[in-house]
């Protein structure tokens, strides 16, 4: 075993390099990355944290079992929101379990509801706009993924009778996400997350108690949930279920109304680009046709342009373990007790791997160049391994629907031209208000 340590970046007396991490990790890391390559130590205060860029080392990362490199600690945060034993926060063999009652929800049978309740929902969106006007990006988009989540993981009935009144609380209840505060301080906003979820579970019950009563045929992800089992046979209990629910709409929600707003950002930046998108939307979806799932298979140019944001601005810059065992990588030793970062956003901008890592260029993607197939974690957008994101193709579906709808109605036009992120989002997306002006094409 080695004791040679990967090389520290310097940073400040105590903090370290905690405030540029929180400020601008991309920045940070192309530094370390410069100086000592793509293995090297950070200091988040008094704890170290591993660095590792490029994708062989993401297939170390993804690679792992939690017994080795945990999720557990590093999403702590979460207990306060969704209860000791979610998913993300729980240890192995709960999350196994969890994990095995989540999966029949994304079976590529559910998919044709899930997309009845985007079309739907897009279109009662696009239906209130009227001929011209503007609209703030990312509160809209959010919104919006808001109630398809609704709608598709709650039921239609849901959506419709507390729609608006579940998005509220559940902002109340995001609202509560703290990092570095005890969460249990009786502080206004840590009061306001408390009450929110406990509504929410109230209302949850509510449907449970319903459905259970006057047992019917509905597509959500709640009912796979309520006809999943353990292993051992038995029932998962009703306060899980309702977890699974409140913490799918966390994962589900806000970090696709980020990626679909960078999205349409980039497409509205790039007109060229654009104009092949709404020339291939016209083909496949002339006016009046339906959008089904297959459709949305034939949009390949928006696939590769939302492949492309993917890359460039990806929602989850990095991701975070603990190190629950030592490990040894690249010639270096790195102890048990410190963190495990996996460089996403850096990784994506690899000139060894994309060609004009800087530019926007979604035909990277097309038939002749596949830029991303040279190493399988070369696009880590939406994670790998054994926690790669359940709901990625959820996410596309969505953005393809919204999008399609969307561009066949109107003309749009960015206010401000060059959009900056917003440095005080815990996903990455641009800085509110980011207006979009339509006017019918
Ligand atoms: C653009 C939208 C989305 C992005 C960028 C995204 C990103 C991610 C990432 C990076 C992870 C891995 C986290 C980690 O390894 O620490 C993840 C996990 C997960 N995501 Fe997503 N996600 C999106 C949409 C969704 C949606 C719509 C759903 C549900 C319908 C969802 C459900 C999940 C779940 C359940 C996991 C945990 C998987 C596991 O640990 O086994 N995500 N997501």
Redesign the pocket.
Known sequence: MSSNYPPVLPGLPLLGNALEFRRDPQALFQRGYDKYGPIFTIKLGRKPAVVLVGPENGRFFFEQTDKSLS?REVYKFLIPMFGEDI??ASGPDTYREQ?NI?LPAFAGKKMPGYVRVMVRETENWLDSLGDQGRFDLVSTFEKLTMYIAAGAFLGEDFRQRLGDEFALLYRQLGEGIEYLLPTNLPIPRFKRRDRAKAQLEKMIGKIIAERLANPGSYEDFLQSFLDATYSDGSKPPERVITSLVLG?VF??HE??AG?ASWGLVQLLQHPDYLEGVIAEIDENLPEGSEIDLDLTRNLEKLEWALKETERMRP??GL?MRYNAEDYELGGYHVPQGWLTVYAIGLSHRLDEIYTLPDVYDPNRFGPERQEHRAHPNSLA???GG???????N??YVEMTVIFSLLLQRYHLELVDPMPTADPTANTSRPRRPCWVSYKPR
């Open positions: 999720m998913f993300f994990r989540m799918m994962a589900g970090t696709t990626h929602v989850a991701l957008g939406f994670g054994r926690h790669k994101c359940l709901g990625m959820f996410a």
